[in-house]
């Protein structure tokens, strides 16, 4: 059933993956979290855990996701103690200790269906699948040149320009990869220009995926960005403004010409396979052109590292990771 089924959001950072998180938010059925760091690194260390089957195991991973401060765990409200004692009562999966976590978080908001939202998600979706199976993604794509435009203002953000440029075209290789293996009921993907620039049709379109009703809340997405944005998270100030067409190829004000011509002979094709339009640019000095090189060869070489990760995982053996849902009950 499409309305008990994990909602995952995901894409290049400085996408709009938090607007969209924010507008999701504000259905009435949906809650999406804020940001945590539990996820991912929960499944790399899963080995450590031990047999979930055991309760003693899964109040260890209770305490570990919601006593370590760089989880994030805090800014979801949540009283820590009664999650990690509903962890340890619930099933004996990794996923079903994470579900239980965003499933509370829901229940704050007295809403039945939960889902989480990370860009790094879109990286990792052989994992996410593992963990929620019957989880519905939903990835936004923006502009390159606006996504590198912002990312290059970000204090958090420690990458140079090389490197950030080769990120997005590696969201994008991720995103038509997830395409072509997820069908239309697991798979759903928009444009953030779309997305600003009629908030009713696209946000209609996301709810028909979804299975559920469109509400016009959702397009004030505001109205929520005091509950589900942490104050310390000073980029997103815009969350707390009305939905605007403003920051659309803002990269044009926002990058140097060398930087424009770098984008564009590197994302050129991704671009255009994306709908945008390429400037003309004049082509870039060829020592830009080999340091991004550089920077890009490990994404290239992402794809075949899944593969073999994956294989690994067949060849082990792993018990389930799966999430299996649990009654729910009151935060």
Known sequence: ???????????????????????????????????????????????????LR?????????????????HRFADLGLDPDRVAARITAGPGTLG??????FAAYAERFDKPRWGDKRPAYLQN??????????????????????????????????????ATIAAWARAVDDARSAARRLDATQWHQLRYEDLVADPPTELAAVCAFLGEDYDPAMTEPAAVA??????????????????????IRSWERRLSADEIAL??????????????DLSGARRPARSGRLRYG?????????????????????????PSVAYVPSPRRPS
């Open 1 to 51: 059933m499409a309305g008990d089924r994990p909602i995952i959001v995901a894409g290049c950072a400085r996408s709009g993956t938090t607007m969209l998180q924010l507008m999701l938010h504000a259905h009435p059925r949906i809650a999406i979290p804020p940001e945590t760091r539990f996820v991912l690194t929960g499944y790399q260390r899963r080995r450590e855990f031990g047999d």
């Open 54 to 70: 055991d309760p003693a195991r899964r109040n260890a991973l209770a305490r570990w996701i919601v006593d370590r401060p760089e």
């Open 96 to 101: 079903s200790a994470f579900g239980t976590v």
């Open 125 to 162: 979706l052989d994992v996410v699948r593992r963990l929620f199976p019957d989880a519905q993604i939903i990835n936004v794509v923006r502009d390159g040149r606006d996504c590198v435009a912002s990312l290059k203002e970000m204090s958090w953000h420690t990458q140079g320009l090389h």
């Open 226 to 247: 005091d509950v589900a944005v942490p104050g310390f998270k000073t980029w997103h100030r815009r969350t707390h403004a009305p939905v605007t067409t403003q920051r």
């Open 263 to 276: 984008c564009e002979a590197a994302l050129g094709s991704r671009l255009a396979e994306c709908g945008y």
């Open 294 to 318: 550089w920077s890009a060869a490990r994404h290239r070489l992402a794809p075949a590292k899944r593969a073999v990760q994956r294989a690994a995982v067949r060849l082990r053996a792993e």
